[in-house]
Nanobody, 121 residues
Framework: QVQLQESGPGLVSPSQTLSLTCTVSGGSITTNYYYWSWLRQASGEGPEWMGAITYSGSRYYSPSLKSRTSISRDTSKNQCTLQLSSVTPEDTAMYYC?????????????WGQGTQVAVSS
């Protein structure tokens, strides 16, 4: 079975760039026709979709975060990376990577365990 594992810093200073990596095992990130997404969830709130990179390398971003978000991949390492710039305490959340088949709304069949990120000085 495919497994996703998030990794990165648990604490980031305001104004800095957050970088998180999703490492995938048991499947290739280039396999047709999967999308690889990043989502986050603040305490007491629902999940917020941030963006995705597809099996072919196409990128899609949430309009509210597009200006600060960059998603990339390293196919040789089977990894997907999220970069969120100019972070503020409002970016404190649990961050997840997830897989969906194509762009099926909300159709995330696999999730990582999530990684908690706090933005604080």
């Amino acid at each position: 079975q495919v497994q996703l594992q998030e990794s990165g810093p648990g604490l980031v200073s305001p104004s800095q760039t957050l970088s998180l990596t999703c490492t995938v095992s048991g499947g290739s990130i280039t396999t047709n026709y999967y999308y690889w997404s990043w989502l986050r969830q603040a305490s007491g709130e629902g999940p917020e979709w941030m963006g995705a990179i597809t099996y072919s390398g196409s990128r899609y971003y949430s309009p509210s975060l597009k200006s600060r978000t960059s998603i990339s991949r390293d196919t040789s390492k089977n990894q997907c990376t999220l970069q969120l710039s100019s972070v503020t305490p409002e970016d404190t959340a649990m961050y997840y990577c997830a897989r969906s088949y194509a762009n099926v709304p909300g159709g995330f069949s696999s999730w990582g365990q999530g990684t908690q990120v706090a933005v604080s000085s």
